[in-house]
């Protein structure tokens, strides 16, 4: 997708956003004795993607390789750029099309696997809609406009011959969680939502006071399960992972750690749902522990490197590039975007530590002047 940060404001924000960065690199640190980064930063989104990030913050996952790990959630697609473009972190969960645009635009982005295989619904007053074609004429609230989940409805509505724009009635808002809203006050009968949003709003049609507003809801258009009925595949979209973003890309073994304790989080959080959601909703606001084991049920969690997901990853891509090469930055991304196996005896790195416990090369990261 098209990196949408056009305006005065927004590149303010991102002008700003790096100018911090080279500030951060300018004081860089040398690593402290065993070689351990001083901290290891992570981000990531209301979604199931974010759960092992939040389980590999609270419980140390990382502690052999940083002296502390963090995580901070990000609101939308727009503060993701900013975080990413500014270095604000090391390690994000984003939309995989999202980290192909950054990448080909310049941004040090390396995909270290996708984790997020189908957490896509249309939710419904409707029980009878069950399809994609059975809202035809309907009006749906749709979070992110440009980015995901928008870009699955358009893909997937125009290989039904349908167009989103003129054959349905989209009402674009900022956030799920503002789709959510509009569905259960009643001001919307139908809203595209991702997990963990569409557990929320099922939970709260059933609960006072919002069961008396929205007493049901169903899940209708299973967007997994249209994605492989359209296309003739798997009902697996490799929607999001997680990347390093710029100050950690030249430490392989730091990016092996991480991609191995993502996995074993993964497992946990499918394995203890409840106990997991309870750690998810201590982090993220609105979400309840409840909700959040819920999801993970019925959300493909699946952390598969990025060079094992390589056929499902291009061929979305390729999709995406036939609807529009902006979506990707003008191209498919290259090899170097994706994290290769582990390799035994990998040569230490020819790169130094930053001051928030990521490291980068010598002569500092790229500023992006356009959007």
Known sequence: MTLPLNGLRRRQMLAASCALAL???????????????????????????????????????LN??????????????????????????????????????????????????????GALWIVTRDAGRKALADF????????????????????????QGLDLRRDFRARYVPTPMEAMQLLITRRVAHALLSEPAVSMALRKTRSFPAGLLAPELHRGADLQQEWGRVFQRAPRLPQAGIAAVGTV???????????????????????????????????????????????LATSQLDAVPAHAA?????????????????????????????????????????????????SFPLEGPPCPTTA
């Not at 191995?260 to 606001?285: H, K, T």
């Not at 036939?322 to 990707?328: E, F, G, K, Q, Y």
């Open 310 to 358: 390589r056929d499902d990853i291009d061929f979305f891509f390729g999709q995406l590039l036939a609807r529009d090469p902006a979506l990707l930055g003008g191209k498919l991304p290259d090899a170097g975007f994706i994290h290769p196996p582990a390799q035994p005896h990998a040569p230490p790195s020819a790169a130094r530590v930053s001051s928030h416990g990521g």
């Open 64 to 117: 052999g390789i940083a002296g502390r790990t963090t995580f901070t959630p990000w609101r939308d697609p727009d503060q993701l750029r900013v975080m990413a473009l500014g270095h604000q972190a090391d390690v994000l969960a984003m939309p995989s099309n999202v980290a192909a645009n950054l990448y080909n635009r310049g941004a040090g982005v390396t995909l270290l696997n996708i984790a997020t295989w």
């Open 23 to 61: 500030g951060e690199h300018a004081r860089a640190a040398a690593p402290p004795p065993g070689g351990r980064l001083p901290r290891v930063a992570l981000a990531g989104p209301p979604a199931i993607v974010s759960a092992p990030l939040i389980h590999m913050a609270e419980t140390g996952a």
């Open 249 to 295: 890309r030249g430490q392989p073994a730091v990016l092996e750690a991480v991609a191995q304790a993502y996995a074993r989080s993964a497992a946990w959080c499918r394995a203890n749902p409840l106990e997991c959601g309870r750690l998810v909703a201590a982090r993220i606001d609105l979400l309840t522990p409840e909700a959040v084991a819920d999801a």
């Open 136 to 159: 035809r004429g309907e009006e749906i609230a749709v979070p992110f406009r440009g980015d995901m989940p928008d870009l699955m409805l358009q893909l997937l509505a125009a290989r």
